[in-house]
């Protein structure tokens, strides 16, 4: 399994990202029975969970980006969406998708200018 995250970039705050992580490596149609999730990790700091989707779509978010943050998965094309609106420049961080809790993506980095 290997997941591809793309669309960071740079921001001033108050603008909106939308990053998407694609999945690869599946047979069938497996990718819709596990979990999704967006991590981020901030210079200095810990990796922190962002926001994560059940396979059935419940979904949890950090408090800190809750209202302004939007994950959702396309299961037909493997693909898992983290949609940032509002950024803040305490979103600054290298936002990593992650697959069943077990498989990561390569990091995308998000970087918002106040």
């Known amino acids: 399994v290997q997941l591809q995250a793309s669309g960071g970039g740079l921001v001033q705050a108050g603008g909106s990202l939308r990053l998407s992580c694609v999945a690869s490596g599946f047979s069938g149609s497996i990718f819709r029975i596990n979990a999704v999730a967006w991590y981020r990790r901030a210079p200095g700091n810990q990796r922190e969970l962002v926001a994560s989707m059940s396979s059935a779509g419940s979904t949890n978010y950090a408090d800190s980006v809750k209202g302004r943050f939007t994950i959702s998965r396309d299961n037909a094309k493997n693909t898992v969406y983290l949609q940032m609106y509002n950024l803040k420049p305490d979103d600054t961080a290298v936002y990593y998708c992650?697959?069943?809790?077990?498989?990561w993506g390569q990091g995308t980095l998000v970087t918002v200018s106040s």
């Open positions: 992650c697959y069943s809790n077990t498989y």
